[in-house]
């Protein structure tokens, strides 16, 4: 029988065992749902997961065809079912059809030869890099360098966004027109944003007496003829695959700030990281494979228990962009209401993607986790070894944070006083890298992606098309372009409010 939320109901009607009762019935509970892969401990033993549920998740997906999709996208084939292509981004990790990671291999040379070039001082003395593009262009570069670079001393690096141009006016004060590479990130080489942000940092630099401010400009864009149209040296345009997705295309060209910034070597091994994520994805059996494990969390707690949330707290300075870059990831890929053929999805989809960082967050929001009415499924990310060469008790105490919480989330406590009391029962999971290194925290975005497939099979969706972005878009142009008639009252007295 199938419930309404599409799962079987070996997994809706399963007993719900509170967490500390598991423990007590399941003696080998960590063993099974805390392993380590790529110097990440993986620790799902405070979910909801028992043995009977992992083995009926693995039945779904074995019924959902997980495997058979998990080799058609490594393999190339056109999974991308809505726009008609394949979904390649491990392909610039080297794991793919021997063509795919041939063309990525090529064009990694092309990238490093760049880069040897702007090293060699070939475009001039350049010491600041001014990254512009939005979205998936924009959240995996500034995540790689605000976490792997803040010791770095080779280049300053500032990512921008947003249009608003206050975000380029503060780059723009400490940044020296003369010495800045401009580096436009733009999968259409078209973005609205992206462009609008890279002429005023054109008109930037021939205010500040750059006589040719093209020959500072980079483009990375997988529409190259359009970078060369609109005034970009060829030698200094970067492709990449039409293939690549822009949530998941820090792997290629779009990764050039973090390769320049970094050095090249760091690139590499970030890249070789994710390539081990991806061995293990494709083959560990599926109750000791990270990304699949935590999709039938996922599931489990947003079909079964209604969550309508999860919340990611980084326990680490340098990974407190890690809220953000997942959101876009997992929200992005897997906000739909139909299937890949089309037909209506018959339960929830993508859980709403939060978070913030330890310990600021217990300050702030940890109220409602332990004592609030709403299920929120939290996860916590760690690294043992600290970041920062201060006494160790700083570090000591913000592990200790994390792990206690985890616990006081599970295990709660009684109170005569229900103002004081805490019900516990409360899910998590720990994931603990030993060491932020480029190749650890490559493998931890790639789980993170394998996770979001993984998903999405479940759910029977394409995580690899984005169209509900598209509407904002053609509104805001058609106001630009046709005025406000066809709009409704409200956004009508906006505009007029705004602009007069």
């Given at each position: 029988?199938?419930?309404?939320?599409g799962l079987p109901s070996a997994i809706v009607d399963a007993p719900r065992t509170s967490l500390t009762e598991l423990f007590k019935q399941e003696p080998d509970r960590l063993s099974r749902l805390a392993f380590?892969?790529?110097?990440?401990?993986?620790?799902?033993?405070?979910?909801?997961?028992?043995?009977?549920?992992?083995?009926?998740?693995?039945?779904?997906?074995?019924?959902?065809?997980?495997?058979?999709?998990?080799?058609?996208?490594?393999?190339?084939?056109?999974?991308?079912?809505?726009?008609?292509?394949?979904?390649?981004?491990?392909?610039?990790?080297?794991?793919?059809?021997?063509?795919?990671?041939?063309?990525?291999?090529?064009?990694?040379?092309?990238?490093?030869?760049?880069?040897?070039?702007?090293?060699?001082?070939?475009?001039?003395?350049?010491?600041?890099?001014?990254?512009?593009?939005?979205?998936?262009?924009?959240?995996?570069?500034?995540?790689?360098?605000?976490?792997?670079?803040?010791?770095?001393?080779?280049?300053?690096?500032?990512?921008?966004?947003?249009?608003?141009?206050?975000?380029?006016?503060?780059?723009?004060?400490?940044?020296?027109?003369?010495?800045?590479?401009?580096?436009?990130?733009?999968?259409?080489?078209?973005?609205?944003?992206?462009?609008?942000?890279?002429?005023?940092?054109?008109?930037?630099?021939?205010?500040?007496?750059?006589?040719?401010?093209?020959?500072?400009?980079?483009?990375?864009?997988?529409?190259?003829?359009?970078?060369?149209?609109?005034?970009?040296?060829?030698?200094?345009?970067?492709?990449?695959?039409?293939?690549?997705?822009?949530?998941?295309?820090?792997?290629?060209?779009?990764?050039?700030?973090?390769?320049?910034?970094?050095?090249?070597?760091?690139?590499?091994?970030?890249?070789?990281?994710?390539?081990?994520?991806?061995?293990?994805?494709?083959?560990?059996?599926?109750?000791?494979?990270?990304?699949?494990?935590?999709?039938?969390?996922?599931?489990?707690?947003?079909?079964?228990?209604?969550?309508?949330?999860?919340?990611?707290?980084?326990?680490?300075?340098?990974?407190?962009?890690?809220?953000?870059?997942?959101?876009?990831?997992?929200?992005?890929?897997?906000?739909?209401?139909?299937?890949?053929?089309?037909?209506?999805?018959?339960?929830?989809?993508?859980?709403?993607?939060?978070?913030?960082?330890?310990?600021?967050?217990?300050?702030a929001v940890f109220q409602l986790l332990h004592q609030g009415t709403r299920l929120v499924p939290v996860e916590f990310v760690a690294v043992s070894e600290p970041g920062h060469a201060l006494d160790d008790g700083?570090?000591?105490?913000?592990?200790?944070?994390?792990?206690?919480?985890?616990?006081?989330?599970?295990?709660g406590k009684a109170n005569d006083d229900p103002a004081r009391a805490y019900a516990g029962d409360r899910p998590s999971t720990t994931l603990l890298i030993d060491q932020l290194t480029p190749a650890r925290l490559?493998?931890?975005?790639?789980?993170?992606?394998?996770?979001?497939?993984?998903?999405?099979?479940?759910?029977?969706?394409?995580?690899?098309?984005?169209?509900?972005?598209?509407?904002?878009?053609?509104?805001?142009?058609?106001?630009?372009?046709?005025?406000?008639?066809?709009?409704?009252?409200?956004?009508?007295?906006?505009?007029?409010?705004?602009?007069?």
């Amino acid at each position: 029988m199938t419930e309404p939320t599409g799962l079987p109901s070996a997994i809706v009607d399963a007993p719900r065992t509170s967490l500390t009762e598991l423990f007590k019935q399941e003696p080998d509970r960590l063993s099974r749902l805390a392993f380590e892969e790529s110097g990440i401990l993986f620790d799902f033993a405070k979910t909801h997961l028992d043995a009977g549920l992992v083995k009926a998740f693995a039945d779904l997906a074995a019924q959902r065809g997980l495997v058979a999709k998990r080799d058609a996208l490594f393999a190339g084939a056109t999974i991308n079912v809505t726009e008609g292509r394949a979904a390649e981004h491990s392909a610039e990790r080297g794991q793919g059809s021997p063509e795919s990671v041939a063309r990525a291999r090529g064009l990694q040379a092309r990238m490093r030869a760049l880069i040897d070039a702007i090293e060699a001082e070939a475009l001039g003395p350049i010491s600041h890099i001014l990254h512009v593009g939005i979205g998936g262009s924009a959240l995996g570069p500034e995540l790689l360098v605000d976490a792997l670079g803040r010791d770095a001393d080779r280049y300053d690096v500032a990512v921008v966004s947003n249009v608003d141009g206050a975000a380029l006016e503060e780059v723009f004060q400490s940044f020296d027109p003369a010495a800045t590479l401009l580096v436009i990130a733009s999968k259409t080489f078209t973005t609205t944003e992206t462009m609008m942000n890279a002429r005023s940092v054109l008109s930037w630099m021939e205010e500040g007496g750059v006589d040719d401010p093209y020959a500072q400009v980079v483009a990375l864009t997988a529409s190259p003829d359009k970078a060369i149209e609109w005034g970009v040296d060829e030698t200094r345009v970067l492709p990449f695959s039409e293939s690549v997705g822009g949530r998941y295309s820090l792997w290629s060209s779009i990764g050039f700030p973090a390769a320049l910034g970094l050095g090249w070597d760091a690139f590499e091994d970030m890249l070789e990281g994710a390539a081990a994520m991806d061995r293990h994805f494709r083959l560990a059996p599926l109750e000791k494979n990270a990304p699949v494990i935590a999709a039938f969390v996922d599931q489990y707690y947003s079909a079964v228990r209604g969550a309508e949330t999860r919340a990611v707290f980084a326990y680490d300075e340098r990974l407190r962009l890690l809220p953000s870059y997942l959101q876009q990831l997992e929200m992005e890929s897997n906000g739909k209401s139909v299937k890949a053929d089309g037909s209506p999805v018959d339960g929830p989809t993508a859980a709403i993607t939060w978070g913030g960082v330890g310990t600021d967050a217990q300050h702030a929001v940890f109220q409602l986790l332990h004592q609030g009415t709403r299920l929120v499924p939290v996860e916590f990310v760690a690294v043992s070894e600290p970041g920062h060469a201060l006494d160790d008790g700083h570090h000591r105490a913000l592990l200790i944070n994390c792990f206690a919480q985890g616990a006081a989330l599970m295990a709660g406590k009684a109170n005569d006083d229900p103002a004081r009391a805490y019900a516990g029962d409360r899910p998590s999971t720990t994931l603990l890298i030993d060491q932020l290194t480029p190749a650890r925290l490559g493998a931890l975005l790639a789980f993170y992606e394998h996770r979001t497939f993984v998903n999405a099979v479940l759910l029977g969706i394409n995580p690899f098309d984005q169209f509900g972005v598209e509407l904002g878009k053609e509104i805001a142009k058609s106001i630009e372009s046709e005025g406000t008639d066809r709009f409704d009252a409200s956004t009508r007295a906006l505009i007029q409010r705004a602009f007069g």
